[in-house]
């Protein structure tokens, strides 16, 4: 059973252009959630979501940012017009149910580290 | 709102000691999750606890929730466990984590 993947793991974008980062769940889980961790900062959330609904999307940066989790295929946190601010690591998480309020853990991804030139 | 607070913020020890983390939290909660992350960046969630005590081999997670408090203890620590740690817990009984700035632990041999 592959763990939650995570793809690219690096991704360098130029100012103005847009990044997309991917997140494939682990197998039979159905809820996402993405965070991200500024340069010498810790985590913090960013949206929660289950298949085709985004439950918490209360992290999320009002402009630019968007996340999508379709029926097939991965989750999807699309950034628009990167600034050299959003540069960070992206994880996505994933659990067979609520996560964090439940007995469910979240298993982790690798990280996509996002470099704005 | 839920504030994490950890405690050391870098931690040095030597190979075979006896290691503490601490972590307190400002509201009460349903569980709290214990994580590690390796130098490389990786995050593995170590422990999801709501009372008492769990063991996962040479590691312990001990919670408090009358005193908000929980800690994590290494016995015979070795260098492979150099990373950093983090502890988690829900915002307001809602799905959102609240994550602790993480003790960065060093384990020289």
């Known amino acids: 059973n592959a763990g939650v993947m995570q793809n690219p793991r690096h991704l360098v974008r130029r100012r103005g252009q847009e990044a997309r980062l991917r997140c494939s769940p682990m197998k039979g889980h159905s809820h996402v959630y993405w965070y991200r961790q500024l340069p010498e900062e810790g985590l913090k959330f960013m949206v929660y979501l289950q298949k085709e609904n985004i439950i918490d999307e209360s992290g999320m940066p009002k402009e630019r940012f968007s996340a999508e989790f379709p029926k097939e295929g991965p989750s999807i946190l699309r950034i628009q017009q990167v600034v050299r601010g959003d540069s960070a690591a992206y994880f996505c998480?994933?659990?067979?149910?609520?996560?964090?309020?439940?007995?469910?853990?979240?298993?982790f991804g690798p990280g996509t580290r996002l470099t704005v030139t | 709102k839920n504030e994490v607070e950890q405690s050391p913020q870098n931690l040095t020890a030597q190979e075979g000691e006896f290691i503490t983390i601490n972590c307190s939290y400002s509201?009460?909660?349903?569980?709290l999750h214990w994580l590690q992350q390796h130098p490389g960046g990786g995050i593995v969630s170590l422990f999801m606890l709501s009372s008492g005590k769990k063991k996962h081999g040479r590691l312990i997670a001990t919670i408090n929730i009358q005193e908000k408090h929980s800690s994590l203890h290494i016995t015979a620590s070795h260098p492979r466990d150099s990373a950093v740690y983090i502890c988690?817990?829900?915002?307001?009984?809602?799905?959102?984590?609240?994550f602790g700035k993480g003790t960065k632990l060093t384990v020289n041999p």
């Open positions: 998480a994933s659990s067979p149910a609520a996560g964090w309020v439940s007995t469910y853990e979240q298993y």
């Open positions: 509201v009460g909660i349903s569980a």
């Open positions: 988690a817990v829900p915002q307001g009984g809602s799905e959102k984590l609240v």
